[in-house]
T-cell receptor, first 115, second 118 residues
């Protein structure tokens, strides 16, 4: 079975540019999560969706970040305009359920570098 | 609040040695779940195990074993006869049910970097 798919795997951009990260969750999973990993802050939850609806976006750092999930098989995380401090690895994860301890399965991540 | 502490930042062992990675957690929830993930040098996060708070039975999977002790709020991970391919960063994570805290997100520790020397 296909796992969580993320694209691109690597992205290098210049400050001020718009960046769009993409994620395809595991088929049948109701929940989708976006995380950011940095050396300073570790793994942080940015936002999660249930059945395509954003439930908790309290981890989104600021208005430059936005996330959408137009359908059950696709989500995007957009940064506009990007800044050097946004450089990090961004992970997408999905799980069948949220209540209880359902496991989150992670994609390979997108390594973003903002120059 | 939910908290996961992995006090060991880095560990180095020689191949074939046993190694234990420590994980201590804090939560006020009466039901919660504990996880271990592996992040190899390639960068992906690989799920290893999930335990429920009401099941303290230890688990063994090949060379991997996990020791869950509610009395000490610990969920330690042991690799027996370590191999070079075990070199990775290992994360312990906690997910509460929210029954006391209202929070049911997944909280990660800071990770332990394991290096297995051939």
């Amino acid at each position: 079975d296909a796992g969580v798919i993320q694209s691109p795997r690597h992205e290098v951009t210049e400050m001020g540019q718009e960046v769009t990260l993409r994620c395809k969750p595991i088929s049948g999973h109701d929940y989708l999560f976006w995380y950011r990993q940095t050396m300073m802050r570790g793994l942080e939850l940015l936002i999660y969706f249930n059945n395509n609806v954003p439930i908790d976006d309290s981890g989104m750092p600021e208005d430059r970040f936005s996330a959408k999930m137009p359908n059950a098989s696709f989500s995007t995380l957009k940064i506009q305009p990007s800044e050097p401090r946004d450089s990090a690895v961004y992970f997408c994860a999905s799980s069948p359920h949220m209540a209880g301890g359902d496991t989150q399965y992670f994609g390979p991540g997108t390594r973003l570098t903002v120059l | 609040a939910q908290k996961v502490t992995q006090a060991q930042t880095e560990i180095s062992v020689v191949e074939k040695e046993d190694v234990t990675l420590d994980c201590v957690y804090e939560t006020r929830d009466t039901t919660y779940y504990l996880f271990w993930y592996k992040q190899p040098p390639s960068g992906e996060l690989v799920f290893l195990i999930r335990r429920n708070s009401f099941d303290e039975q230890n688990e063994i999977s090949g060379r991997y074993s996990w020791n869950f002790q509610k009395s000490t709020s610990s969920f330690n991970f042991t690799i027996t006869a370590s191999q070079v391919v075990d070199s990775a960063v290992y994360f312990c994570a906690l997910k509460g049910s929210g029954d006391q805290t209202g929070a049911n997100n997944l909280f990660f520790g800071t990770g332990t970097r394991l290096t297995v020397i051939p």
